[in-house]
C-alpha cells in the first residue's frame, strides 16, 4: 500500500524542535513560547546540540543561536550538514547579528531562515509552524518517492519473470519438437554465458561484451531455434541425412525464427535490444568464420558476435547430445571436433576461450543432463562456473 498522506499541521502532530543557545534565559524564553504546541529539547552548547542532532530521536527543527563561546552557531550547522545523519534537519537562526553578510554566510552553510534577537514571539511561531509544515511535506514526497521507486522495481521485475518464462515457454515448445527434453536450450543459454564472460576482457569482444549485453545474450539464446516450429515434423525428426531439398527447408528455420521475432517487434512498434539480439542469433547461428555457412554466408567479422558465441554452443551441445538421427560422442571428442573448426566453422578466440571455459561446459551438461545421457560418466563432473 502506498503511505499514507502526511498531516502538514504540526498541532496534529508533536515536532521536536531543539533550542540551542548558551544563555539559560534566551533557552527558557523559546521553550516557553513553543511547549504548548512542540516537544522543545534544549542543549547550552554546540556539542551537546550535535549529540542530540545525532541520536536515534533527532530533532525535526534547530533553532540555533550563533553567538556561542567554543563552538559558534555557524560551525555547528557545518558539522550537521557534514553528518548523513543530521544534514536533513532544517536550521534556524537565531541572533543578534543582522549585517547582510552574516545573514549570507548563514544560508550558505544550509540555514533555512534566520530570525533576528531580541526575539518577536509571533514571528517566532509562525516561522516555527512554516518550516515544520515545510518538512512534513518534504518527508511526504520522499516518502512517496521511495515508495513509487519500490513498486517501480517490484514490477519491472514481474514483467521482466513474465518474459523469461515466456521465452522459455516458446523455445521450449521448438526445441521438445526434436528432442525429448528442452534442457538444450538451457544448456546453450550457459554455454553462451560462459563464453561470452571469458571475453568480455578481451580487445575485440570487450565493446559488445558489458554486464547489459551478456545478460541480453543470456535471455536471447532460447530463441536460436524457434523457427524450427515451421519445419514439417518428417524433415525434423527424420532419421539419417536429408535429400538436397529437405536440406533447405531445414536451413530455412534460422530465416523463419529471424521473421517471426521480426514480426513481433513490429506489432509491438518499438525497437527493443533484447529483440535485436534475438534476431542476430536466430538468423545468423548457423553462419560460419570461412563463410560457407548460412543462409547468408557472411564471413568472419560480419556474423554478429550473439550469433559467433551462438553457433560454438550450439554446436557444441549438438554433438554430445543424443537425437533420432545420431548418438552423442563424449565431451573430449566434441573438443577435438571443435578445435578442428577452428578459424574455419568458428571464430578462433571463441573457440579458444571454448578451451579455456571447458571444464564449465562439462558442468553445464550435467546440471541440465537430458535422460538418455544421464548415465554417460563423462558429462557428470560439476567444476564451478568460472
Known amino acids: ?18 533550542v540551542v543557545d548558551d544563555t539559560p534565559d534566551n533557552l527558557s524564553l523559546v521553550s516557553g513560547l513553543l511547549r504548548d504546541d512542540y516537544i522543545v529539547r534544549v542543549a547550552n552548547n554546540g556539542e551537546k546540540a550535535l ?6 530521536q533527532p530533532p525535526d527543527l534547530i533553532l540555533l543561536d550563533i553567538m556561542m563561546p567554543g563552538m559558534d552557531g555557524y560551525e555547528v550547522c557545518q558539522r550537521l550538514k557534514a553528518d548523513p545523519k543530521a544534514r536533513d534537519i532544517r536550521v534556524i537562526f537565531l541572533t543578534a547579528k543582522a549585517e547582510i553578510e552574516d545573514e549570507r554566510k548563514g544560508f550558505e552553510l544550509g540555514a533555512v531562515d534566520y530570525i533576528t534577537k531580541p526575539i518577536s514571539p509571533p514571528i517566532l511561531q509562525e516561522r516555527v509552524k512554516t518550516h515544520l509544515a515545510l518538512k512534513a511535506s518534504s518527508d511526504f514526497l520522499r516518502d512517496k518517492s521511495a515508495y513509487l521507486e519500490q513498486e517501480v522495481a517490484r514490477r519491472t521485475a514481474e514483467v521482466m519473470a513474465i518474459q523469461d518464462v515466456t521465452i522459455l515457454a516458446l523455445a521450449s515448445l521448438a526445441e521438445t519438437r526434436d528432442t525429448d527434453t528442452g534442457n538444450h536450450i538451457r544448456r546453450t543459454q550457459y554455454y553462451v554465458q560462459a563464453l561470452a564472460l571469458q571475453l568480455r576482457q578481451h580487445p575485440r569482444f570487450a565493446r559488445y561484451l558489458t554486464e547489459a549485453n551478456i545478460t541480453m545474450l543470456f535471455k536471447s ?30 536451413k530455412s528455420h534460422t530465416t523463419l525464427g529471424f521473421e517471426a521475432i521480426e514480426h513481433a517487434e513490429k506489432a509491438l512498434g518499438i525497437t527493443v535490444d533484447f529483440l535485436r539480439t534475438a534476431k542476430e542469433i536466430a538468423l545468423s547461428h548457423q553462419e560460419k568464420w570461412d563463410g560457407s555457412g548460412y543462409p547468408q554466408g557472411l564471413v568472419g567479422d560480419a556474423i554478429p558476435i550473439s550469433a559467433r558465441l551462438m553457433a560454438l554452443a550450439d554446436v557444441y551441445d549438438a554433438l554430445i547430445s543424443r537425437r533420432v538421427y545420431k548418438a552423442g560422442m563424449s565431451h573430449a571428442q566434441a573438443v577435438e571436433l571443435i578445435l578442428a573448426g577452428r578459424a574455419t566453422h568458428f571464430d578462433p578466440d571463441v573457440v579458444d576461450a571454448f578451451v579455456a571455459v571447458q571444464d564449465a561446459f562439462q558442468a553445464i551438461a550435467a546440471r541440465f543432463v537430458d535422460r538418455e545421457v544421464a548415465h554417460r560418466p563423462d558429462l557428470l563432473v560439476p567444476p564451478a562456473l568460472p
Request: charged fraction near 20%; aromatic fraction near 2%; proline fraction near 11%.
Open 221 to 250: 539464446a532460447p530463441l536460436h531455434d524457434i523457427g524450427k516450429v515451421g519445419i514439417p515434423d518428417r524433415i525434423l525428426l527424420k532419421p539419417g541425412g536429408f535429400e538436397p531439398h529437405e536440406l533447405e527447408i531445414m
Open 51 to 56: 549529540r542530540i542532532a545525532s541520536s536515534e
Open 1 to 18: 500500500m502506498m503511505p499514507a498522506l502526511m498531516d502538514v499541521n504540526p498541532a496534529s502532530h508533536k515536532a521536536t524542535v531543539l
